[in-house]
């Protein structure tokens, strides 16, 4: 059974700082793009950060570079966004998108809620 955990999500201030977890079991996220997704209330998921471990490729969204870093830990088979310095403009629920390389199959998490609110 294939299961995508996201953690660290919260409450923070803007300017402040988090970090994501996607924490995968069943698969090798190594074979997979590994996607960072975020859905504001009334606005369509949007991609936000993307990275591929074979090769090492990276894809961040305008509004987020500079700000949000995307990483993976082989050992841990997890993926990693660091986020920092926060605006209320990234307040939305963050998913974890795996889709294979190999396949058309792809997993979504559950979900974690960020919100950046003084």
């Known amino acids: 059974q294939v299961q995508l955990v996201e953690s660290g999500g919260g409450l923070v201030q803007p300017g402040g700082s988090l970090r994501l977890s996607c924490e995968a079991s069943g698969i090798s996220l190594r074979t997979y793009r590994v996607g960072w997704y975020r859905q504001a209330p009334g606005n369509q998921r949007e991609l936000v950060a993307r990275i591929r471990w074979s090769g090492g490729s990276s894809y961040y969204a305008d509004s987020v570079k500079g700000r949000f870093t995307i990483s993976g830990d082989n050992a841990k088979n997890t993926v990693y966004l660091q986020m920092n310095s926060l605006e209320p403009e990234d307040t939305a629920v963050y998913y974890c998108?795996?889709?294979?390389?190999?396949?058309?199959?792809?997993?979504w998490g559950q979900g974690t809620q960020v919100m950046v609110s003084s």
């Open positions: 998108n795996a889709a294979s390389i190999t396949s058309t199959v792809d997993y």
